[in-house]
């Protein structure tokens, strides 16, 4: 199958390759630029561990082709790092609140926690549940992941006004 | 502070051992998505293999053309078991001691089987090339049902061992029975039962259910053809076992086979047996000489790898009029799919099912089950689960509700009067198991207290009162389990699968400048033995967790061990590393003794040093004692510091708990709301505290998915209905309870450190807690018994049998 040139700017750094358009975008990342952080449980958009952030939206990238992420900007899990490369607050959360057991539906559920707390800052649990209802996890109960994403939001906030 | 001037406390608190909640080292890599799992794998020239399966589930094969598919641009080749059989490979042993076709061999046994493996450059390529492959069938009449399976004009599934009526687990009675387990007295049982005051008697059904991990299966097979030596990554439970069976089916020998786990997406039972896409990727790797991976999408892995449960367990129990318990019988159909592929050690075909008295004093009790072949996927896999505890305890925690309503009794007091109690252990059950220690009477009462029981039945009592009266649509539940869980196979004297042991490893090695790396044949998927084990290890030999590397899953480097299911972790390789650790110790006091110039006798372990017995200033950190095991001339003691133990455990551990669940239902559209949900769990001593309750929290979130409505359904074509994620019930955060957990601390008397094991617990008793609650709110319109899973359309339907709709 011919191939189409695609330009999309992934973690902040601006990315050209050669891919066949119906190349799904997960596998774009996984397979051609080596981000395996975003995984696939299902290729079907139920499980959400391939959740990516695509211009200011949680996406399902296993239900994104490449062709239409032409030109977007694209984060994943890899993105939330410090710039030091320690952890990001939600990533730390997630530590300290043991919001994590195998780590596969990890990256998906920090990107989207991501996504979450700029979409609303302050979630109550309801909203955060509500929130990552597209993230499905086998090995927490959620419950730890909950509490994680609710102590993102108030070290988050907490930076803010430190900073204001 | 020096190390003069710490207290025990504060060198203790330094060590992180056990009994803290140590956060988790592996979450560092995880979070930031640095994680290693087999998809991940990348190496130059890598082939993609992707399978052609069966659209039906009773079919002869005759003809399969697969001349398109290979003519597409970047396929490599395309297997059929003609091409496997060669090499005697068209068909491998399955762990149960059946074997099972690699690719169809003349015909299929179940939806989405095997039957022609495509090599191609991608995966899409392969992809699209599998759909290029043309199979010609013809259908047979499917099976579904393993009673009619049973039946003497019942198609015969299995022809290639038709007539053939020794099994490897005794005679079988028809072409399509696999075994017949018995365990117990059964003339004592028949007299009880006969004799009783009363006897309560229900068909009990668990579901077959899928343990579907957000990772479906996988592999990369390389064959290196220079060095002959064959490497396999794979997402295997149990790497060990997998290169010995890999080595006893490819005539490869096993120092040429190395198998790597690296990091698993959950496991739960799905990736402890050997699957098609294992043995056709390693024959493809070695026919081409290049790495092949296979992964399975979602779709397979619901279809073809591991189901679990799938048992009819017809019961009945007998018990005077006030309610003490004489007997238990229970036959159990076991519907086993096409091939017989559990995953129980090999003198259990019906696993652990006579765990079946549970926690209850039950002197007289006869079990039988009949293992049947069926047109449906193999497996029977132990799901977050010890070899069938969980149909076990299904069983039992249903029969008590049943006989609580037949003797018109509070199925709490009910328990409460039938509880071993604490002190008959060690306690002999009457189908054959030496319980090791318990105290059901302190968890249950600690429970009731907790969720101020009776509180709540007056409060049911009352809303009961609202319903009949017309101001409310919702009836209230309340689920109450007191479960026994077996875990920690096991013995090897009679705990062996394929012949392997079920013994397990540790080895240590303490560097000179003190800190260690340890390996272990298990392998976590998300238990967190990275960071477990190193606090064991540094309770025992006094070397923080925070300087230990733990390794696990490479065959090469680790001691053989039998890996990681039936939550034998703890118990069996948990032990091990406290064994190994023990022996480092035991040397360590020798050269701190030569270096304090006292007598071995003179000198005691105190957290992290060895210090001189009446004079707690004159010691030797484990870190001075270490590089002086390397550094200095000890006479009569060989340098180096390090040890390794294969520990052979002298018994299974019995882990238990009390679980309470509330709900309300509402009659009118059969969805089900938890209110509440109280677990308390006694898994012995508590390593990691933080861990245990996410264990907790993961395994009852299971259990409510298994109870309400995740299941792997057939048509009576036999075609898979719930084959995606849209079908298949997986609670979301949305509909997923918070917990409460609690605990309390029996140690487990033969094991080290008397841990028992907890991952499975609350899959086990989770399960039947929910289904009672749903139970119990309709006990008083009649219901004894309606099966899983209980979702909104079957609760509906009950309360519409029971009238309730007006
Ligand atoms: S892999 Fe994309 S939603 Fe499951
Ligand atoms: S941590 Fe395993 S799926 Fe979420």
Redesign the pocket.
Known sequence: MSKMHVKMTVNGKAVEALAEPRTLLIHFLREDLKITGPHIGCETSHCGACTVDLDGKSVKACTVFVAQANGAEVTTVEGLVNDDGSLGVIQEMFREHHG???????PG?ITRAHLLLQENPTPSEEDIRFGIAGNL????GYQNIVKAIAASADALNAQKEAAE | MNEQTLTPEQRTANLKGMGTSRKRVEDVRFTQGKGNYVDDIKMDGMLFGDFVRSPYAHARVKNIDTSAAAAVPGVVAVLTAADLEPLGLHWMPTLAGDKQMVLADGKVLFQGQEVAYVIAEDRYIAADAAELVEVDYEELPVVVDPFKALEPDAPVLREDIAGNMEGAHGPRKHNNHIFTWEQGDKDATEAVLAEADVVAEEMVYYHRTHPCP?ETCGCVASMDKVTGKLTLYGTFQAPHAIRTVVSLISGLAEHNIRVISPDI??GFGNKVGAYSGYVCSVVASIVTGKPVKWVEDRMENLMSTAFARDYWMQGKIAATKEGKITGLWCHTTADHGGFDACADPTKFPAGFMNICTGSYDIPTAYLTVDGVYTNKAPGGVAYRCSFRVTEAAYFIERMIEILAIRLNMDAAELRRINFIRADQFPYQSALGWEYDSGDYHTAWDKAMKAVGYDGLRAEQAQQLADFNAGKTRKLMGIGLTHFTEIVGAGPVKNCDILGLGMFDSCEIRIHPTGSAIARLGTISQ?QGHATTFAQIIASEIGIPADDITLEEGDTDTAPYGLGTYGSRSTPVAGAATAMAGRKIRAKAQMIAAYLLEVHDDDVEFDVDRFVVTGAPERFKTMKEIAFAAYNQAIPGIEPGLEAVSYYDPPNMTYPFGAYVCVLDIDVDTGEADIRSFYALDDCGTRINPMIIEGQVHGGLTEALAIAMGQEIAYDDMGNVKTGTLMDFFWPTAWETPNYQTDWTTTPSPHHPIGAKGVGESPNVGGVPCFSNAVHDAFRSFGLTQSHMPHDHWRIWKTANGLGLHG
Not at chain 1, 100 to 106: R, S
Not at chain 1, 137 to 140: L, M, P, S
């Open positions: 994590l057991q195998c780590g596969f539906c990890t559920m996890c086998r090995c927490t | 957000l997406g959950g998300g």
